[in-house]
């Protein structure tokens, strides 16, 4: 069973910044499109950055290109997203997802693609 667990949320000021862990057990990670999504109440989980299998695909949503960064070390087993010049329209709780199952793509940018998702980690940007 594939378990991820995010870490690295918390409280920063507006220009700040973050880096955000996923570790991922129970399946073989180097195989597997990820990607971190976030939400906020009352709207819909977006995708922010996804990567492909071996990290050397990425995507980034145009309000997070530039700023965010996101990697994948597959001999930890690990994703990460780090988080720079961070605004206040970025807090939210941020989501680790992996897809289970087989995928020609670089990379999915959409909920319905991916099977496994972490508890998530609150990220709160203060102005």
């Known amino acids: 069973q594939v378990q991820l667990v995010e870490s690295g949320g918390g409280l920063v000021q507006a220009g700040g910044s973050l880096r955000l862990s996923c570790a991922a057990s129970?399946?073989?990670?180097?195989?597997?499109?990820m990607g971190w999504f976030r939400q906020t109440p009352g709207k819909e989980r977006e995708c922010v950055a996804a990567i492909s299998r071996s990290g050397g695909s990425t995507y980034y949503a145009n309000s997070v290109k530039g700023r965010f960064t996101i990697s994948r070390d597959n001999a930890k087993n690990s994703l990460y997203l780090q988080m720079n010049s961070l605004k206040p329209e970025d807090t939210a709780a941020y989501y680790c997802?992996?897809?289970?199952?087989?995928?020609?793509?670089?990379?999915?940018?959409?909920?319905?693609?991916?099977?496994?998702w972490g508890q998530g980690t609150q990220v709160t940007v203060s102005s």
């Open positions: 129970g399946g073989a990670f180097s195989t597997k499109h």
């Open positions: 997802a992996l897809r289970s199952y087989y995928g020609s793509r670089d990379y999915y940018t959409e909920n319905r693609n991916y099977d496994y």
